[in-house]
Nanobody, 113 residues
Framework: QVQLVESGGGLVQPGGSLRLSCAASGIIFSNHAMGWYRQAPGKQREMVATIFPGGRIDYGDFVKGRFAISRDDAKNTAYLQMNSLKPEDTAVYFC???????WGQGTQVTVST
């Protein structure tokens, strides 16, 4: 059974950092392009970052050097390091397997004082 499980979300103050993880099972992870998306209340889901086999990386325009996506194929895990967080980064963050068009369940990130 193919599964994506996110973790690492939570409440953080503005300017803080969080590291999200996406653990994949049931796939040959190294062959799959993986993405992080987010959806804030009342807004459309948007791409945060994607990482392809071989290392190509794309970021959403709003990231502006604050976030970094990475992957550890030996651990079947993708990561999203988020720094300099802003209240407008508050959203549910989803992991996405681009090959299978499969979503994880999401993890809530709240940036607030």
């Amino acid at each position: 059974q193919v599964q994506l499980v996110e973790s690492g979300g939570g409440l953080v103050q503005p300017g803080g950092s969080l590291r999200l993880s996406c653990a994949a099972s049931g796939i040959i992870f190294s062959n799959h392009a993986m993405g992080w998306y987010r959806q804030a209340p009342g807004k459309q889901r948007e791409m945060v970052a994607t990482i392809f086999p071989g290392g190509r990386i794309d970021y959403g325009d709003f990231v502006k050097g604050r976030f970094a996506i990475s992957r550890d194929d030996a651990k079947n895990t993708a990561y999203l390091q988020m720094n300099s967080l802003k209240p407008e980064d508050t959203a549910v963050y989803f992991c996405y397997d681009i090959v299978l068009t499969l979503w994880g369940q999401g993890t809530q990130v709240t940036v607030s004082t």
